[in-house]
């Protein structure tokens, strides 16, 4: 199954879910594709006038035109989506690092997509990682167990 | 065209060295652009040639090499310091808030493979709004 994942370039959530046998839903492939579809209309990320469309669909035009970039990005991502695991509030996310408005609209927009979720803090102590990977393994299992029975 | 993707490993290990690990990918001989890195190695190449790779080079430390998918290519000049005129990589800062952690999450995928279950910490509850009015008045009262 296809997982998105929050923070959306976060490796250890990455690496988990493909650990355990699933597809992580992660940033990087989107920009990959950018670099490397042919045909530069507008180096060096390759942005063509196709992408703002897919902001539009979430954000409206009067939205910084920031938000409306990232989330033509974020939007194969959230179409393909089966299940999402979210690390709350992760340090990485504030500040120049990232979009907040962003952010907080991916947050809800995979809330209101109503699919199997899984919600976590980032762990601080071995303990804390301890249930932070058992949780995610545990979740990727159901999933299977779920994706079996249908 | 082929699929092709750039994956990084990030090596967090007290056995294996990023220097180990390029050394066992050369000599798969495989059609891949390696380069190694303070953190790890990173892979480009055809997808199926980089996934098999990257698989043989975790078994030298299967809790201790964490690997993400790319999308610059190395040395891609757009992420590439030297013609960036030096600073960190965009990205740096995730991957080092990350590392930090990468200790902890080894310990935890030995414990999963060992079969232990985490014992469920106890959530703080929050202080009652009738405790505390009572903490207030007992203060006042002391006054």
């Known amino acids: ?150 | 065209m082929t699929d092709t993707v750039t994956k990084m490993a990030v090596i967090n290990s007290t056995k294996v060295l990023p220097s180990d690990v390029i050394i066992k990918l050369y000599e798969s001989n495989a059609d891949v652009t390696i380069k190694e890195t303070c953190f790890g190695v990173i892979v480009s190449g055809e997808r199926k040639a980089v996934d098999e790779l990257l698989s043989t080079a975790r078994k030298m430390d299967p809790y201790g090499i964490f690997i993400k998918e790319r999308g610059f290519a190395p040395g891609d000049v757009i992420r590439c310091r030297a013609t960036r005129r030096g600073g960190a990589r965009p990205g740096f800062h995730t991957l080092e808030t990350e590392d930090k952690i990468l200790p902890h999450i080894a310990q935890a995928l030995k414990a999963l493979d060992k079969g232990e279950v985490p014992e469920k910490k106890k959530q703080k509850k929050k202080l009652d709004i009738e405790k505390f009015k009572q903490i207030i008045e007992e203060a006042e009262v002391s006054e």
């Not at chain 1, 296809?2 to 879910?17: A, E, G, M």
């Not at chain 1, 927009?109 to 803090?121: E, G, S, T, Y």
């Not at chain 1, 980032?122 to 979740?139: G, L, N």
């Open chain 1, 1 to 150: 199954m296809k997982i998105f994942i929050y923070p959306t370039n976060s490796l250890i959530l990455s690496d988990l879910v493909a650990r355990f046998g699933h597809e992580p839903l992660a940033i990087m492939q989107e920009i990959s594709k950018k670099i490397k579809t042919g045909g530069l209309d507008s180096p060096p990320l390759n942005i063509t006038p196709e992408d703002p469309k897919f902001g539009l669909k979430y954000a409206a035009v009067e939205v910084p035109s920031g938000v409306r970039g990232r989330m033509s990005l974020f939007d194969p991502l959230l179409t393909q989506a089966g299940a999402a695991i979210i690390v709350r509030d992760p340090v990485i996310s504030f500040g120049c690092m990232g979009c907040a408005r962003t952010n907080e609209l991916v947050n809800f927009l995979i809330r209101a997509k109503k699919i199997p979720m899984l919600d976590l803090d980032y762990p601080t102590s071995e303990e804390e990682a301890k249930q932070f990977v058992f949780k995610i393994s545990e979740f990727l299992k159901s999933l299977k167990h779920a994706e079996a029975a249908k």
